[in-house]
């Protein structure tokens, strides 16, 4: 249970302040009866307290000194000033000066019951709020983002000098290399983490309904729309929208997205009141964009509106070790969710995980795993239980891979079969350690890290 | 019927008359809710020496010091009803006070009757209410505070529908905190 609510009751009529003191004890409030206005202003200074009941009418030091006192410093402890002699004047006078509420005496006991414990749920839940943001802020960082590689590493590194702008994104790269991962991070690591991260898949909507998801609509505004309905412009303001698959958006509504970002304001569809937004725009796309200009299919002026900042997604072949460090990952995932325990992959399973094309990227990767953790039996994942399309092995596909990456899968294969043991490795190799190292340093290759 | 032994039970007492003699029904639930013995004594004069005269109402906390002089063993609860209306300085009215953790308390039947609000007498309605009212200043005399459960006899009662709302009984977490 969390702690109980400190008042101060302050009121130099002894009847009057413990008799309060004690029905609010009984709620099971922590409160401390205090005389008089001195006393009061030397006790907030020493204590922490959550809500001050003061009388108006005090000698010396009284409720509206209290009052204003109290506010210079401890801006947001709620003060209730009570007082017999209610005049208009003075119930002015307290409310301008930032009291919280003013009652007259005899108070009705409903009426202060429900005040107080309003005040004590706004504070819990101020509290609770800040809890949550603080869990927010420790999962503010790239956690979900895995992978040592250079271009990941430099990825990361623009993902986090960009977050605190407002400037559009454009995230690119190919099917299931985690360009939503991205718009996450990005959100996450930018002043809206707070505020909503809503995300759209415009190729997943019907072409007529893009519009209506986006700005909304009003009631009655077509057949069918029989209820006001708020767009994602609107759920995301403060926040980001993130609109994936954005090469897919009609040439209409191409124009009404520019104008929203050119003008952070939009109607409702049926509606003529214009409604204000301040969402950052993160798109993503799998297509090449540039040619979609080029060929008219996406307008010029929205690409460069879309695009202040493009991120490019290296597919996961390019990646060198990272492909073990997410097969790690997945593993660990899997193994959790299933309860199978499988804690590493057999040299040939990491043989065959490096030597793949990986043509639908790590979200293949993950299935590939997945699948492993199902149908393999043994406590290592062996190469047969990973399905992967034969075809798509490097040196069957249609182009051929640059040197550089043979010559890095090489050297993965290699590592695999001797288990990263580098002098072992350097000798099949024929080149001596030093030279191994200097590859691996070029490749940004690693160990895979080891389980406990 | 098990008893507290270690208290020396709670005595009931009216101060003057009240419309509908709600002792006994008090006192059995008292027993029954809190396992204490009870009696009731004989009745005692109307509180005149506790009337404000400018609010006509009888102030609630001097009461609660008169009945403490009137029955000074310091093992006894002693629970006082009345049907003047009560007030303590600060609020507009109490249905009733106790000493939190002391021994003392007292309810009023002046508010729990439905002619109060303008409806026909209900004698039924009016013993539910006392002994809902009874049982929550004897909680509070037995350390309890109010209860968040709106069933709880120890609910806060601010307002006849939150007494009309409970039951006459303790919720399983206050019944777990009463001394033993």
Redesign the interface.
Known sequence: MSKPARIMVVDD?K??RE??S??L????YDVVPVEGGQQALDLLDREEWDILLVDLKMPRVDGLKVLRKTLETKTDIPVII?TAYATVETAVEAMRAGAYDYLV??????V???KVEKIVERQNLARENLVLRKKIDSLCQFDEIIGNSKPMQNLLDLVGSVADSDATVLVTGESGTGKELIARAIHRNSQRRYKPFVAVSIGALPATLVESELFGYEKGAFTGADHMHMGKFELADGGTLFLDEIGEMEPKVQVDLLRVIEENSFFRLGGNREINTDARVISATNRNLKKDVEEGIFREDLFYRLNVIEIHLPPLRERGADIILLAEHFLKKYSAKSGRKKEEFSPKAIDRLTSYNWPGNVRELENAIERAMVVGKKPQVQAGDLWLDKSRTPFTEKGFVSLKDAEKRHLLQVLGETGWNVTRAAQILKIDRATLYNKLKLYGLSRPKKRS | MPTRETQGGLCIVSLGETPVQVEESVCSIVQFCFEITCEIVSPEPRPDFALDAIRNQYDALQLLDQIENRFPQPDKMVLATTGVDLFIPVLTFVFGEARLGGRSAIISTFRLREEFYGRRQDRAILLSRAEKAAGHEVGHMLGLTHCLDRNCVMHASNSLADTDVKSTSLCPGCHSRLPR
């Open positions: 009529e009847v009057v008799s309060l004690i029905w004890q009984k709620s099971g009570f005496k005899p108070i009705d006991p409903d202060l019951a429900m």
